[in-house]
């Protein structure tokens, strides 16, 4: 029963990502498909495997895409740091509203979640240009003279980032939180802690595997992320994803494109494995 | 109790969802506005519905939405056939051959960035069309299994939850009173957790309806979906048809969501009642 | 406690040689891994009977339940129904019902459909599905609800449900998981009596599973007591509680009263028991069977135990002296508990049979004695 969507994954997840291996130590060719086949035959009986490792040795030596992964890295990192501050408080307090209430503000959450990222990026387009909505309100309180430049800059992908991501991390951070017993807190009070301390020492700690389940959910991906740089962030937001795309669809260099993608799938395989691992815990200790 | 009505949190929360939804009613707001600039009001002639009538007639926009909605129907209804054999055998049978790597393979996806899962999948159809001549060039067949594959992995997340909470001797009773294990699975164990399957469903279809990354990679001349035409659009700027467009969407979308919730509501009812 | 019901079954079926059973489990163990939990058991219920199966928690009751009925397949051993080998035989293949803890009434049907479901699997004609299930439904009192669904009926009413589901087959044996232990006292009391009607009136076989003594004491007509996936007992309520055959069993069932000790005097008809604990002996009037030297139990149980405040006639044999520490006053009667000089302490229950009795009062020194055929002797 199980077989069928084990070889379909199989077939359509797991051997793609062989194939983009194997093209990552191919050459260009100009062509169709733009890149050389690996396996040559040289001379009547014998095969060769040719491994290019100039598409890797150019990705380490050129500094753009060095700078692109750390660059992605820092910027996914604050914005789970940012989506953190912002929905941490949301989370709880719509675990600790009452039942009807709470129902409600979920649907709030959730209906970002289900509308379009894209047409919710592009929100931000109109808001933060040049003459958007925020620099047209501003202008009109007389709180500045001039419009503000906020597309096209690496603020603008982070607004993006965050407020995309946001419903991300509230939702699983939020099915923690509405598991913990609130007593725990009473208690604590009845023997002397004061709220702040009581939250610092109890509800923190206990909500740990949420944090860290939501945050795995919006750095992840938001590392590889695409479409908000390009939308909102200038030419100076340089991330990996974009890199990526730009590599693959403008340049036509595929093997250097499939390079990338496997390195940056191996930076971010340690994370998807602590994700598991935190999962796997938390679903362990609910039974 | 102090910390319920805590000022802080509820100074968060509500600006929190400030922040959340500002955005998205000044979308609602300004397509409502004559002015081309879209971001600024012209009082003159607003509020107007001539960028409903324009969006309403725009055959780009209506073709594009076309293939979407078939893409993403084909894709719902696959992934929630695979996802539900998949989330029931990884919950019901603690021991199979294969079971971590289905696991694993089942949970990567929710976390992949788009761009790896797109080209690998693209690299894949080109070497198969190389290998065997199938796919004969990319459209809305290689969008469609490019979908499939990784929707069906949050259906199978959702499935496998559901079935935690579901109570084996529901199954066992059906067997003791004679029904074979293929009959208590389609008598018993489907209609119970249709809810969650539903939800998979919605899911799996709203995921599709707005992809865009791996659409790009995988579809091909003529192909192009909703998002992929949006982005094109808005790649320039704001324009507001666009505008229309998440209104319109926002419109189904809330309904659907209010919809679907009152009725699992109801539904939540009966499952608390029978555990 | 009024009479138990037991006596269903006229004759002692079962300790008739020729009888053949109506089921047998024959050497069954079942390990999930290196944890054994059910270790080589032997069985025989005989047609008719109400088995109940009695242990705690982690005993292995259920486990035996669940290969009974199809659940899970021994590991080694055999399983018998009406002496057809039924050992690896499905559940929907079996001619065995069972009544889920849980009820596990299916949500989405309503009454009618739930106790029906089986006989559609039978393919039976609707009309005689109708006509059954609505007998059924009559017998359990539940007639009225039959459109309702599950979620609109109160605890009793489910299990009265889940009871009608599993009989309609007429099963040759009905397997129940601890049938009362979701209803309240009263409750429970009343169904146990309806259970054991019932069953009369269907003549169905029953093996139940519960770890509440009371209730097997009640609903059995043998018990079967299970410690470590083992049968370590299997008998009558009364031979259960007045004859154990281990320090387990007589501790297990009812309260009891151990006192540790060498056999002073070995005879066919009688036997001595020296018990330090005690500080005293004990003169049991009957034989026992043990190795020379070897330490014995002496079981007593606290209802047997005669209390007074001046020294009861008699020689020196079961006879003590000692404190009342604790009373426990419970309308009917009152629990003591009582020290011996040798710091054991004893458990004596007195009826309260008159409102102005001599109350005895802590701090009491009174005279603890019993007869000589109270004391069961058991040797591990």
Known sequence: MVALPYLWLLLFFVVPFVIVLKISFSDVALAIPPYKPLLEWVGKNSLAIKLNFDNYAFLFTDSLYLHAFANSIKVAFLSTLMCLIIGYPMAYGIARARPAVRNVLLLLVILPFWTSLLLRVYAWIGLLKANGVINNVLMSLGVIHEPLTMLYTPFAMYVGIVYSYLPFLILPLYANLEKMDWQLLEAAEDLGCRPWQAFYKITLPLSRNGILAGSMLVFIPAVGEFVIPALLGGPNALMIGRVLWDEFFSNRAWPVASAVAILLLLLLVPFMMWYQSVQARESAGAR | ?275 | MTASAGGVVKAQTWNDPSARPYVEVERVSKSFGDFTAVKDVSLKVYKGEIFCLLGASGCGKTTLLRMLGGFETPSSGRILIDGEDMTGVPPYERPVNMMFQSYALFPHMNVEQNVGFGLKQDRLPKAQIQERVATMLDLVKMGDYAQRKPHQLSGGQRQRVALARSLVKRPKLLLLDEPLGALDKKLREHTQFELISLQDKLGVTFIVVTHDQEEAMTLASRIGVMNHGEIVQAGTPSEIYEFPNSRFVADFVGSVNMFEGSLIEDEPDYVRIGSAELGGTIYVSHGISAPPGATVWAALRPEKVFMSISAPAGGADNVVRGNVQDIAYLGDLSIYLVRLATGKVVRVTQPNTSRHAEAIGWDQQVYLSWDATSPVVVTR
Request: aromatic residues 12%.
């Open chain 2, 1 to 275: 109790m102090n910390y319920r009505s805590s000022f802080f949190i509820l100074t968060c929360v509500g600006l929190g969802f400030a922040f959340l939804y500002i955005p998205i009613l000044s979308m609602v707001v300004f397509s409502f506005n004559a002015s081309k600039l879209v971001t600024v009001w012209d009082s003159a002639n607003s509020p107007t519905l001539k960028w409903y009538y324009t969006l309403l007639h725009n055959e780009e926009i209506l073709d594009a939405a076309w293939i979407s909605l078939k893409v993403a129907v084909i894709n719902a209804s696959g992934s929630v056939i695979l996802g539900t054999l998949a989330g029931f055998g990884l919950a019901r049978f603690s021991q199979f051959r294969g079971r971590f790597t289905l696991n694993a393979m089942t949970t990567a996806p929710l976390v992949m960035p788009e761009v790896i899962t797109g080209l690998s999948l693209l690299l894949l159809f080109v070497a198969l069309e190389q290998l065997i001549g199938w796919p004969a060039g990319r459209g809305i067949t290689t969008m469609t299994i490019a979908h499939m594959t990784f929707s069906m992995a949050y259906v199978t997340v959702i499935v496998n939850s559901r079935m935690a909470s579901f109570d084996s001797a529901l199954e066992e009773a059906a067997m003791d009173l004679g029904a074979r294990p293929l009959k208590v699975f389609f008598v018993i164990t489907l209609p119970i957790i249709f809810p969650a399957i539903l939800s998979g469903w919605l899911l799996a279809f709203t995921l599709s309806w707005d992809d865009l990354v791996i659409s790009s990679f995988t579809s091909g001349p003529g192909s192009s979906t909703l998002p992929m035409v949006v982005f094109s659009k808005v790649r320039l700027g704001v324009s507001p048809e666009i505008n229309v467009l998440a209104t319109i969407t926002l419109a189904v979308v809330s309904t659907m969501i209010v919809v679907v919730s009152l009725w699992m509501a109801r539904r939540r009812k009966l499952d608390k009642a029978a555990a």
